[in-house]
């Protein structure tokens, strides 16, 4: 039997209101905490070249379980609330994990 592949989002946007994107982010983190099947992992990265442009990488055990996320009702309200804070509509990158390595 294999083991799932892991799978992660990325999702691409622009604001200018970093700190309301914060503040929502923290409110999604602490309704995902410990739920089975939801994110394991979540990285916010700043465009150095481009202000106000960022990039969330979202880190699932598989593929389901994303889908899984995608569609539960909470992460919708989530993705709304997400678009109204950003200055153009965030893009959606779907990726399997190919290869990772932990160096520390």
């Not at 209101?17 to 409110?27: H, K, N, S, T, V």
């Not at 602490?30 to 700043?46: D, E, I, M, N, T």
């Not at 992460?75 to 290869?99: I, N, Q, R």
């Amino acid at each position: 039997m294999s083991t799932p592949q892991r799978f992660v989002q990325i999702l691409e946007f622009e604001t200018d209101r970093i700190d309301d994107m914060r503040a929502l982010g923290e409110e999604g983190d602490q309704r995902l905490a410990g739920r089975p099947g939801g994110p394991v992992r979540r990285l916010v990265l700043k465009d150095r070249s481009r202000p106000d442009r960022y990039l969330m990488l979202v880190e699932f055990d598989s593929y389901e379980e994303a889908m899984r996320n995608s569609d539960d009702p909470e992460t919708g309200k989530f993705a709304h609330a997400m678009a109204a804070l950003c200055t153009t509509p965030p893009s959606f990158t779907d990726c399997d994990v190919v290869d990772a390595t932990d160096f520390r």
